[in-house]
């Protein structure tokens, strides 16, 4: 999901099994995406419950949301288990919208990803790229839940 507005490319790894059955960007209902979005440019607002509403939301405010891969093996929804990743055309995007600026990872898998097949990529490298903590609602050392990530997302607001 992709405009001639977009500033920003919220890179995911794969839509994980919740996401891919309900046929949405980050349609399991745990997940911290929407409410990060909400909470950077919302105002306060909860997030819609419509998908539309919350697509038409974030193009609104200059988001853009793809995933690295685009096709994968794996068994379950980690991004762990992820086997014979075959990227998606990231420069390709790029290139057909040149407004995006920043390109911010969702998690270490995405960045990962990005960087082994486009990394030195003219498309990519005359961008900002950052890893942010992922939104998936698994715990990790360093993100334990909503608001520890949203404080670093918030970093967004900055560039």
């Known amino acids: 999901m992709v405009d001639s507005n977009s500033r920003i490319l919220i890179l995911g790894s794969m839509p994980g099994v919740a996401s891919l059955q309900a046929h949405q960007y980050y ?29 038409a939301f974030a193009l609104s405010h ?16 980690l991004d762990s288990d992820i086997k014979q990743a075959v990227p998606n055309d990231i420069p390709g995007l790029l290139q057909r919208y040149p407004g995006v600026a920043i390109i911010a990872c969702n998690g270490t898998k995405s960045y990962k990803e990005l960087n082994k097949h486009y990394g030195s990529h003219p498309e990519i490298m005359k961008r900002k790229v950052v890893c942010m903590p992922s939104t998936s609602p698994i715990p990790t050392k360093n993100y334990r839940g909503l608001e520890d990530r949203l404080a670093t997302w918030k970093l967004l607001l900055e560039m």
């Not at 200059?62 to 929804?77: H, N, P, Q, V, Y």
Request: glycine share 12%; with cysteine; hydrophobic share 35%.
């Open 27 to 55: 349609g399991n209902a745990r997940n911290y995406l929407w409410s990060i979005i909400y909470a950077l440019f919302g105002e306060g607002r909860e997030p819609e419950s419509e998908y539309e509403n919350r697509l």
């Open 62 to 77: 200059g988001i853009a949301l793809w995933d690295a891969i685009a096709t994968c093996e794996r068994k379950g929804s």
